[in-house]
């Protein structure tokens, strides 16, 4: 089956930065995704890596290693509203999304 | 244009019973996926539609089965609830390209159906 580890929880001061790691061991790649879930509110979509390098889009950023199956979130300048559970998800060989458990991070002032 | 919507939102079911879940995507997307999301295992996949045909399933037993329509909207179903099977359902869809299947757009989730089984 499909292997995907993400820590379970962080915490971080409001305007830090928090870097989110996920490993993942799957049959094969066709890319990976990264979600943000509000307590009580479904996941939207932050960012999708396919090949190797850092994807910039403002307050996030993910980078992916294909070769050491390993992607990461970065959130800059932290602000409360960020506190939410963040979830990495891969594309398999036969294009299934496997989700991981999900890192919730929460904001203190 | 309106989100995924997904009815009901809650149920509450006795063991042994069967339920029914409903999801129309967002228009236009033909790609519809089914979640299982629980405290304990997260984020799991159930079944991935397309186009009227089933592209992928996860590993669940066959209690659970699905099914998609020609307007693309989606519904599953779990035959002999357990009391495991408590759980919010999620609902998610995606765009297509040109009329094919897109493995890297995003997917757009409902609020989620929450079943309670007692």
């Known amino acids: 089956g499909q292997n995907i580890d993400q820590p379970t929880e962080m915490t971080a001061t409001e305007g830090a930065i928090v870097q989110i790691n996920c490993t993942y061991q799957?049959?094969?790649?066709?890319?990976l995704f990264w979600y943000q879930q509000h307590a009580g509110e479904a996941p939207t979509f932050l960012s999708y890596?396919?090949?190797?390098g850092l994807e910039e889009k403002g307050h996030f950023s993910s980078f992916l290693s294909r070769s050491k199956g390993y992607s990461y979130l970065l959130l800059k300048e932290l602000q409360m509203k960020d506190s939410a559970s963040y979830l990495c998800a891969v594309r398999d060989g036969d294009y299934k999304l496997s989700f991981g458990a999900g890192t919730t991070v929460t904001v203190r002032a | 244009k309106a989100g995924v919507t997904q009815t009901p939102r809650y149920l509450i079911k006795t063991r042994g019973q069967q339920v029914t879940l409903s999801c129309s995507p967002i228009s236009g997307h033909r790609s519809v996926s089914w979640y299982q999301q629980t405290p304990g295992q997260g984020l799991q996949f159930l079944f991935e539609y397309f186009s009227e045909t089933q592209r992928n399933k996860g590993n669940f037993p066959g209690r659970f089965s699905g099914r998609q329509f020609s307007n693309s909207r989606s519904e599953m179903n779990v035959s002999t609830l357990e009391l495991g099977d408590s759980a919010l359902y999620l609902c998610?869809?995606?765009?297509?390209?040109?009329?094919?299947?897109?493995?890297?757009?995003?997917?757009?989730f409902g609020p989620g159906t929450r079943l309670t089984v007692l």
């Open positions: 799957t049959s094969g790649f066709n890319g």
């Open positions: 998610a869809s995606s765009e297509t390209t040109s009329g094919e299947f897109v493995f890297y757009n995003e997917q757009f």
């Open positions: 890596n396919v090949l190797d």
